[in-house]
């Protein structure tokens, strides 16, 4: 986590208690053994993710500046960046050929 920026912490925080992930345990920068290929989420949670995703970005300047090319405070721009950070970092989807049994319980974002 030392590596990770400041205005990056609290997304990637979120996006771990999401799927009840321990953050200090995932390994962001391993290629060989991808960290979003270790959790998945429900579309629900991945939804509920993006929404508070778009809100942080668009109520933080720091973190706009962070993660947006363009940084700008516009509602829809914000939810489009969210889209497009959890299609390239966000876990994978829930889907019925996994592991996660349907006992399991899932917890909202």
């Known amino acids: 986590m030392k590596d990770i ?7 990637l925080t979120k996006m ?4 009840n ?10 290629e060989e053994d991808p960290y979003y290929w270790k959790y998945e989420w429900t579309q629900k949670q991945e939804q509920d993710f993006i929404d508070w995703l778009a809100d942080y970005l668009y109520n933080n300047k720091e973190a706009r ?7 700008r405070k516009n ?3 914000c939810k489009r960046v969210a889209e497009f ?13 996994s592991n996660h049994t349907s006992g399991e ?3 909202i974002c």
């Open 105 to 107: 319980e899932v917890k």
């Open 85 to 97: 950070f959890v299609w390239n970092y966000g876990w994978k989807e829930f889907s019925s050929n």
């Open 5 to 11: 920026s400041n205005e990056l912490k609290p997304v």
């Open 21 to 30: 992930a321990n953050i200090e345990e995932i390994e962001w920068r391993n």
């Open 65 to 71: 500046n962070a993660i947006m090319e363009y940084p």
């Open 75 to 77: 509602k829809k721009i």
């Open 16 to 19: 771990c208690e999401c799927v």
